[in-house]
């Protein structure tokens, strides 16, 4: 009994860690720290895929599991970026323009984790509806990784842009397919997935040996935004295509 009940707070654990990861994020964004920041959020992002599937693998997922999820999720990756981007690229634009701006991913991912949440209440489906925060998140730390290797594109004109546009998708009516179930038992797409990820982890940790780990993270989040992007215009098109077709 006490071993079921120790298991059953796994899930829990996690979830803990993955918001004393922002936590100790923030700090060392403060001490300028910003790359060890940058990997809180990427081991973050790694325990958040994790957690809410294994309560469901064992059977103990809740509301207040899943309402304790999207509260670390707020503080890891959307406040935590917020943070970098301010004391990186707007902290010294004139009023409180740089707050705004770097606000932008906090305020836009609270409108997408209360969305995901009111909507998880009515259906479940393969796909979010909007740019997951976590994916949200992994793109501005590879934007960061990238202009830490190569400094020349560090222009907050360039950089602010990319970051507010990719961070309305958070926002958007885009489909973007969710994250495996643990297992291999749950259909071929699934396994795919799993395949795909294990793939993006072992180049990702082999990258970070030579200092390149900023294209592989780079590559896997542009996949992922790309993609939806794709699938979302085409749907659109074969939409209309099938309208006119009926008129």
Not at 143 to 158: E, M, T
Not at 204 to 215: H, L, Q, R, V
Not at 227 to 244: A, E, P, Y
Request: hydrophobic share 50%; aromatic share 16%; with cysteine.
């Amino acid at each position: 009994m006490n071993k079921k009940r120790a298991r059953n707070h796994i899930p829990g654990i996690i979830t803990f860690v993955n918001l004393f990861l922002g936590f100790i994020a923030v700090i060392n964004i403060f001490q300028e720290n910003y790359i060890f920041a940058c990997y809180c959020i990427i081991f973050g992002s790694i325990l958040d895929s994790i957690d809410g599937k294994l309560a469901r693998l064992l059977g103990i997922s809740s509301s207040f599991g899943a309402e304790i999820d999207s509260l670390a999720d707020l503080i890891s990756f959307c406040l935590v970026p917020a943070v970098l981007i301010y004391t990186l690229y707007t902290f010294n634009f004139p009023g409180i323009s740089g707050e705004l701006i770097a606000g932008i991913p906090l305020f836009l991912g609270a409108i997408r984790l209360a969305r995901f949440n009111v909507s998880a209440l009515e259906k479940t489906d393969s796909y979010f509806e909007g740019l997951p925060t976590p994916i949200n998140a992994l793109t501005i730390v590879a934007i960061i990784f990238f202009v830490h290797d190569n400094p020349q594109y560090s222009d907050p004109k360039l950089l602010l842009p990319i970051i507010i546009a990719i961070s309305f998708l958070m926002v958007s009516k885009i489909k973007y397919e969710k994250f495996p179930i643990l297992n291999f038992d749950s259909g071929f797409k699934n396994s795919f997935k799993i395949i795909i990820l294990f793939i993006f982890i072992l180049f990702f940790g082999i990258a970070y040996f030579y200092n390149e780990e900023s294209w592989i993270l780079m590559v896997f989040v542009s996949f992922y935004i790309l993609s939806g992007i794709l699938m979302h215009v085409l749907f659109q098109n074969k939409k209309i295509k099938t309208i006119r077709e009926s008129q």
